[in-house]
């Protein structure tokens, strides 16, 4: 192997995930920025339009803020995946989640104020799914919809729902397809992503005890 091609290989093993945020509190995309500096390649985007802008295939993880003047989240994030950018996308907002959610293309929510520790632990999460087949970020996406609904909504709404309904089958019908595929799972991932699967009725993804806070 020649010198170059050593060097070239160490460069890239040696880059940092790229973290996209987008929110127009200019004074909180730097904070976000500054939590996730040491660790990550972060850049800012103060707006809708900025963020298109910045959009590029180098992107791994983008933070977005759903409202915003100009050009919102969700438009934004449309854009994302009309342009077929292969990243992992959060949506941290003060915007309660409701059950439109479930036909919004992204891989989690994060309410506001978010943690330092929530953050971090939210890229993180993100970059390792990006690791994934498609099959698997989409079990993920759908696990994270239904635990954001499920601590925003009652039981009485929830099996109201045919919405929720919806990702409840598409996680059974998931689960089906990822049963023998689960040898690679990192373990915090795996706990994380069948935590809310360990009930002992197959046919009931969900027993009392998980809504008994709602």
């Given amino acids: 192997m020649s010198e170059d091609t050593t060097t070239a290989d ?43 802008d910045q959009l590029a295939d180098d992107v791994d993880v983008i933070l977005l803020d759903r409202r915003m003047p100009g050009l919102s989240g969700d438009e934004v994030l449309d854009e994302v995946r009309d342009r077929g950018v292969d990243a992992r996308v959060a949506m941290v907002t003060a915007v309660e989640p409701d ?3 479930v036909a919004m293309g992204f891989d989690d929510y994060l309410v506001k104020p978010v943690t330092r520790e929530s953050l971090l632990e939210t890229v993180e999460g993100l970059y390792g799914r990006s690791q994934y087949d498609s ?16 601590s925003e909504k009652g039981r009485a709404a929830l099996e109201d729902s045919e919405e929720y309904h919806e990702l409840e089958r598409r996680a059974k019908e998931l689960r089906a397809e990822l049963d023998e ?9 795996f706990d994380s992503a069948f935590r809310e699967f360990d ?10 005890a998980d809504f008994e806070d709602l």
């Fill in 10 to 52: 160490a460069d890239h093993t040696d880059e940092q995930p790229v973290v996209l945020v987008v929110e127009d509190e200019p004074d909180l995309a730097d904070l976000y920025a500054a939590w996730l500096g040491a660790e990550y390649d972060v850049r800012t985007a103060y707006g809708g339009h900025e963020a298109l």
């Fill in 135 to 150: 099959r698997m970020q989409e079990f993920f996406a759908v696990s994270s919809k239904m635990g954001v609904l499920e």
């Fill in 181 to 189: 595929d689960v040898a690679g799972f990192g373990e915090d991932d």
């Fill in 99 to 101: 059950f439109d959610i």
């Fill in 199 to 208: 009930g002992d009725d197959d046919d009931d993804l969900f027993d009392d």
